[in-house]
């Protein structure tokens, strides 16, 4: 900061302007956004905290990847799925209320660590590419194996007791499994009421010792480790850091924790969609940090709490702001879900140029150093 | 490889390096091969996830008439579906050959197609016949396909080393932008549009009466309709249906594509793709030859969509160009093209065996066990040669 002082503050506002565009073009879109829609005041904070309390804790898990120098981690549905499985089997057992909240993040521990283990195997071996990797894995395992898992496994060879999840025809989970008795039930924990705004008090607590966490993860050894790696993959090998095992931790704890916060998200909504709960997930999550300022390469909590608001608030008033303009408000409903891409395309795009424009320029140093070696 | 590269070089010693660096690399590989049984080598060539593919498909084959599935109807199927989706998978070489990686920015070509489709029924081009209609609609696609192609290479240009996770949203973000526009441009012929409110387009809409079968129904082979008129029976023969025109176009493409890639700008795009550097130094411009072999992706991705629109008989819109990318990528790679290298061969092979599979295994699955598990198993294949690909360390790969 006091490097800074020197330079006028016209400049220093462009600066802030051009590293934090993303972020103020959201909000000026928000900005012209929420009057044409048309909500009321109290309505829009009610939902911007009740999808900050479903989002917030899976948006972090994101964190953990980009610190290893991982990317988005697009494969983050995956502890969605480890996620899905265990609520399903807790949904079948009729556990219900907090115990079954707690049951099944317990018991996605294991479903989303062993999914995770695979993940970061495969993106160990396809290094500089982990993004579409994980992309690809993304579909593999939801479309894939997940499907086959509950669509013909669970009924036939996993024992299903209730037929109220499964499908008529004796095998398979049917399409939405109701969770209707452990709707909110976190949230409803120590909730605050003002004026008609409900606070899930509960659940900001679990996100921010998740906060609390992070911050002190990144303080540790391993965290040291993964932000080494992150910068520099030969460096931190030659310093003796185990570069291939502290990847692989990295994606482990990011699909972890995603299994735990993909609980949360369900015991917020209070059903289960198997097919495509897990589908736009990875999507929305990556495209709301992005929208906070963060990058592909460097993201922080901040990031997260800015982009869950200013995400949601858009996703919020697009359809009906859209309405408003063409009369359609189908074209809104599109407009969000081209927004969501378009801003996760630019954001790659930028982060790319960025690499390829340092890589040239320390290019350049390189020859403009050898040619001074050279005139010596 | 080799005697490919050396119609660009015009220095000797340029030449003797690049013959160098080839020749260093072969025999690598043949000492490496040396060293494996005959049979590993050739397991090693063919690759394990393409011969438990082409193990399924036959097995499925086998299985076949001792389930009761009718095997020449199901073979017409395959022909059929290979005539509808070849040319897209051909839409991948050019862009696979100059480096750029599997084109997962597809729905861009597709686009392109929807929109010259679109807008051949839109002016009533019909009036010039099914072919007319069709050849107008290739017209009208294809300064979109340039224009998006320039547009798309200049992008990937910028951002080198990235292209396939940039491609992926690419195609994601025109998808859901055209998803506004379908409902928004000024469309009004009354076979598109929603019926009542007049304004968008409907999802899918028929091609009856406008380029259905266009190419297909060219010279068609149709044996039944021999039998038939001939009045004799041909047994099994009669199930089999050859669409001789689309068959006709794709070896068109396929020609042009090959004698392409042997002219000096192919050798170029050949070599830009396996070593950027190298080509830079023989005096390539890299950024250039690019952005041509995405233009052509381009295009023969618009080419490929309508060729398929006029075999299936519907133009689907919305985000159903979604449903095309991966099968399309991963049937080039079953084909055993790399993420950097793809010939014609990878582009038929792949094609008929993707199809066999998805044509096959409902069916025979069905039979058997009447349990549809074919869409789960089409979904492991094809992300899961998608992921071998990825995941395979090869030369020349950045």
Known sequence: MNQNNNIPLSKRAVELARNNAVPIMFIIICAIFIPMAGFTPSYLINEIITRMGRNLFLVLCLLFPIMAGMGMNFAMTLGAMGAELAIILVADWQIWGIPGVVLAMILSIPFSAILGLVCGTILNMAKGREMITGYILNFFMGNGIYQMIVLYIMGSIIPIAHASIMLPRGYGIRNTVSLLNMRQCLDDLLAIRIQGVKIPVFTFILVGLFCLFIVWFRRTKLGQDMRAVGQDMEVARAAGIKVDRTRLISIMMSTVFAGIGMVIYLQNMGNLPTYTGHAQIGMFCIAALLIGGASVDKASIGNAFLGVILFHLMFIVAPNAGGFITGDSMVGEYFRVFLSYGIITVALIMYEAKKRMNKSKAGQELAQAQKEEGAR | MSEKKDHNLNSPSKFNDEMKTMMSKRQVTELEKKQMSPLQAMIADYGVPRMIITGFLLLLF????????????????????????????????????????????????????????????????????????????????????????????????????????????????????????????????????????????????????????????????????????????????????????????????????????????????????????????????????????????????????????????????????????????????????????????????????????????PTVMNAMVHMDMSEVIRNIVSNGMILYALTRKQEGTK
Request: proline share 4%; aromatic share 12%.
């Open chain 2, 62 to 361: 086998v299985m076949a008439p001792f389930v009761g599935v009718n095997l020449p109807m199901q073979i017409t199927n395959i022909i059929n579906r290979f005539s509808w989706n070849a040319v897209l998978v051909l839409a991948m070489v050019p862009m696979i050959h100059s480096g750029c990686g599997l084109n997962f920015g597809l729905p861009l070509g597709v686009i392109c197609g929807l929109l010259g489709g679109t807008l051949s029924i839109q002016f009533g081009f019909e009036r010039f016949g099914a072919m007319g209609s069709f050849l107008m609609a290739l017209l009208i696609a294809t300064p979109f396909a340039v224009v998006f192609g320039l547009g798309y290479g200049w992008l990937l240009n910028k951002i080198k080393g990235g292209e396939m996770m940039i491609a992926t949203y690419v195609g994601l973000s025109i998808i859901s932008f055209m998803c506004m526009m379908w409902l928004l441009l000024p469309y009004n012929s009354p076979t598109m549009v929603y019926g009542l409110s007049a304004n968008g387009l409907r999802p899918t809409i028929s091609l009856d009466g406008f380029y259905n079968q266009s190419l297909a129904s060219f010279l068609r082979l149709d044996f039944a309709e021999i039998a038939a008129s001939r009045g004799i029976s041909l047994g099994w023969l009669e199930y089999i249906k050859i669409p001789t025109g689309s068959l006709l176009v794709f070896a068109l493409l396929a020609v042009l594509m090959w004698a392409f890639l042997h002219t000096k700008t192919g050798t170029a795009m050949t070599a830009v793709g396996s070593n950027p550097n190298f080509a830079r130094a023989a005096g390539i411009n890299v950024d250039r030859i690019r952005t041509l072999s995405v233009v052509m992706s381009t295009w023969l991705g618009a080419m490929g969509i309508l060729v398929y629109q006029q075999g299936f008989g519907f133009i689907q819109l919305y985000t159903s160009p979604n449903n095309l990318t991966m099968p399309t990528v991963s049937a080039i790679l079953i084909g055993g093209a790399l993420v950097n290298k793809a010939t014609i061969g990878n582009v038929i092979i792949g094609t008929i065996l993707f199809q066999g599979m998805v044509t096959m295994t």
